[in-house]
């Protein structure tokens, strides 16, 4: 399996926590093909607000022309849950030997703001990755985000090369303090003064070193007096008691080359050595320098400590406070590493760095008015709970009174229920009765079931029929199609039997009880 196919497989399995994954994998693939100096990965990215999440990054190099010449600035693209509607997170990430140069686009550290990643906002469905790492190319070449930091140069100036084959090469922590101390912005501060393992010190500080005589060593003539005033040490050897005094120590490079280039005819014995503590150095004023006596006077010394066995090394102890001459901030070299000779006290503290100052103001800043609007935001939140609190409790007593008036309906309902369905019930079972007879027949529902009954319903009948018969026999007479005397004696004869039948009719309803009577009028 290729490597394309690795990186697509990995890039399929971690853009699916993103909502457009696909839209992440092309970008990113496309990015990749683009600047084959970038790589993906998966990491855990920190917000301002403190929130974590798992983002993917594209992080490299990008490689950038600046007044000629190519450069590679590390970046690191981070790919948002949001993208593409919202833009990634850029950062110019640093390596130690730069340092990041703030500006209108990149903060002090190293988070890009250019102009494509504040269009992405207006016009997010246009804007990609692999653009954004144009565009950043374009922006960088025209002025880098990043230069290298300045090298410790060597404070010596040209006519001490003399002088610098007798100075001793410092050590290992002694140049890592002189390197972390130098600043370009502002003068070097001094080390923390310890107390010398010697006695007694002289007036002036200088470097002592344990040495062995050999013949190839022969007599320098001394340099000539120089009008510049380099930091002299104060150097003691553990392993000898004696030593040879050389002034006019310089701290740099070049001296410690030229010191072993010196020291390798000598052999094994000759050697410098140094306290494991940093001994106290200053800038003095030329009026404190003295010429370096001429090599003939330091070998003296040197048949003496090589004839005496070596010493262990003995806790320092503090020294006496000589008389010490201001030195002269104003005139002597800013980048020079300078402390007092005899120290009356402790040290004073470093100053701390201004950058990280104005880190901190931002940081107390941004806490100050994020701290103000949260506070805001809980006491608005606070409000809205004890509102909602005090609705709550005086909710209680309504929501008591509506649950019993809802019980007590709920009760009639109940009541009202049973009665329908007593009802429902009833009328089933007339239905059923009325299902089990059978239709009736006509005779069964015109006439009635006893004789009596049948014979009011036949004189009820009869005297409806007379009643109907008197009605149209009075519109006849008033037609004149009868006469008088006729209509006189038919209605005579029909009004008697009306009569007889009413009369039976009344006695058959006093004989049969049927609650009810019959209207005859």
Known sequence: MSAESLTHKWLRQNVSSYPHRDRVF?????????????????????YDDGRTQLLLCVHGLLPISFRGASYNIPVAVWVTRDYPRHPPIVYVVPTQDMLIRPSKYVDVSGRCDIEYIQDWQRKSEACNISALLEAMQLHFSRGPPLYAKPKPSSPRPAHHSAASNLSPPLSSSHSQFVSQSRNDDRPALPPKPVSSPTPIVPPRPTITSSVSTHPDLSPRPPPPRADTRPPQYQHTSIHQPQGINVQDGHVSSNSSQQSRETSSPVGGNYRWSLPPEHVPYSNVPSSSMHVPPPFSRLVQPIQQASSRPSQPWSPPVAAPKPDHTPPNLLEEDSTEQSAPQHPSGPAPPRPPNPELL????????????ELASLSQVMHLDAERLRSQQTDLLAGEPAIRDEMARLE??????????????????QAERNLAELRRKGDPEVDELVCSTSIVHNQLINLVAEDNAIEDTTYHLHRALNSGRIDIERFLRTTRVLAEEQFMKRALIEKIQQGIPMGMTLPFH
């Open 26 to 46: 092309i970008d990113i693939d496309a990015a990749l093909a683009r600047f084959p100096t970038v790589r993906p990965k998966s990491d855990v990215y920190t």
């Open 358 to 369: 104005q880190l901190h103001a931002q940081l107390r800043d941004k806490i100050r008015s």
């Open 408 to 425: 007590a309906v709920r009760d009639v309902c109940r009541n009202v229920s049973s009665r329908l369905r007593a009802t429902v019930e």
